[in-house]
């Protein structure tokens, strides 16, 4: 069963037959909101809503821990993360759709591990590609069916929030080879690669990043609401013609 993690803008599935919610509870605490199961396009599928139903949970207080956990449980074979983002690379500008191919992560103080406890063996796991091939490759092929562009492959930078950027540290991460930013990218890949369960993203640009283009003075938060309404129909879209595959 596909599972889909639904970030700011897309907080519920306007397609998903919803057949029943369940609250999990995990031994990490509680995920951020119930979980759904409904059909998408006749395919089983469960979706949660990363910030909370009411979008509620800022990024660096999403229990990253307990929504893998759950939907491990759950027994998903594998997750597609939806999440919007700022555009660095000028050609990924507000309202592209892009299925990024690397990570830098710049949080800090999130728990990171399902492998803390001191009693047992040091865990590390190989991420050097942190996303699942087979999952980029169905989302590319469903936004060629469903006729919507998608960029392939774009470097993520996960940033701590819940401020966004200052325009010096934009130019920092560009030079550290950064195309997107976004704040809910980390722990949650790392985590479902603990998990092993193959795992990618479509990430929507709600804006340029600060300092750049639009951006260059100030984030427009009001043109961000509209670019994400209209970016999140083709998303669902996308989701569509995945399951319909
Ligand atoms: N920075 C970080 N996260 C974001 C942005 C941004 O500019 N836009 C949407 N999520």
Same mark, same amino acid.
């Given at each position: 069963?596909?599972?889909?993690?639904?970030?700011?803008?897309?907080?519920?599935?306007?397609?998903?037959?919803?057949?029943?919610?369940?609250?999990?509870?995990?031994?990490?605490?509680?995920?951020?909101?119930?979980?759904?199961?409904?059909?998408?396009?006749?395919?089983?599928?469960?979706?949660?809503?990363?910030?909370?139903?009411?979008?509620?949970?800022?990024?660096?207080?999403?229990?990253?821990?307990?929504?893998?956990?759950?939907?491990?449980?759950?027994?998903? +074979?594998?997750?597609?993360?939806?999440?919007?983002?700022?555009?660095?690379?000028?050609?990924?500008?507000?309202?592209?759709?892009?299925?990024?191919?690397?990570? %830098?992560?710049?949080?800090?103080?999130?728990?990171?591990?399902?492998?803390?406890? +001191?009693?047992?063996?040091?865990?590390?796991?190989?991420?050097?590609?942190?996303?699942?091939?087979?999952?980029?490759?169905?989302?590319?092929?469903?936004?060629?069916?469903?006729?919507?562009? %998608?960029?392939?492959?774009?470097?993520?930078?996960?940033?701590?929030?819940?401020?966004?950027?200052?325009?010096?540290? %934009?130019?920092?991460?560009?030079?550290?080879?950064?195309?997107?930013?976004?704040?809910?990218?980390?722990?949650?890949?790392?985590?479902?690669?603990?998990?092993?369960?193959?795992?990618?993203?479509?990430?929507?640009?709600?804006?340029?990043?600060?300092?750049?283009?639009? +951006?260059?003075?100030?984030?427009?938060?009001?043109?961000?609401?509209?670019?994400?309404?209209?970016?999140?129909?083709?998303?669902?879209?996308?989701?569509?013609?995945?399951?319909?595959?």
């Amino acid at each position: 069963m596909l599972a889909i993690i639904g970030g700011s803008g897309l907080t519920q599935l306007a397609n998903l037959s919803v057949i029943r919610r369940e609250v999990v509870r995990t031994p990490y605490g509680e995920p951020s909101g119930a979980l759904t199961f409904g059909q998408l396009c006749a395919q089983p599928v469960v979706f949660l809503a990363r910030h909370g139903y009411g979008h509620t949970i800022p990024p660096h207080r999403v229990n990253y821990q307990a929504n893998l956990w759950a939907l491990r449980e759950a027994r998903v +074979s594998e997750i597609i993360s939806v999440a919007s983002v700022g555009g660095i690379r000028s050609d990924l500008c507000p309202g592209s759709l892009v299925v990024p191919d690397q990570i %830098i992560d710049y949080t800090w103080g999130r728990k990171s591990t399902f492998h803390e406890n +001191s009693d047992e063996p040091v865990v590390h796991i190989d991420f050097t590609e942190p996303y699942d091939e087979g999952v980029r490759r169905r989302i590319l092929a469903a936004g060629v069916t469903a006729g919507q562009p %998608i960029v392939d492959g774009a470097v993520y930078a996960a940033t701590q929030g819940p401020r966004l950027e200052t325009a010096a540290e %934009i130019n920092r991460l560009e030079r550290d080879g950064a195309d997107l930013v976004g704040m809910t990218g980390m722990p949650e890949a790392a985590l479902a690669r603990e998990l092993g369960i193959p795992y990618a993203a479509i990430n929507v640009v709600a804006n340029f990043a600060a300092g750049r283009a639009s +951006s260059e003075h100030e984030i427009c938060f009001d043109s961000i609401d509209a670019v994400l309404r209209e970016a999140m129909g083709r998303v669902r879209n996308v989701l569509d013609h995945l399951c319909e595959a």
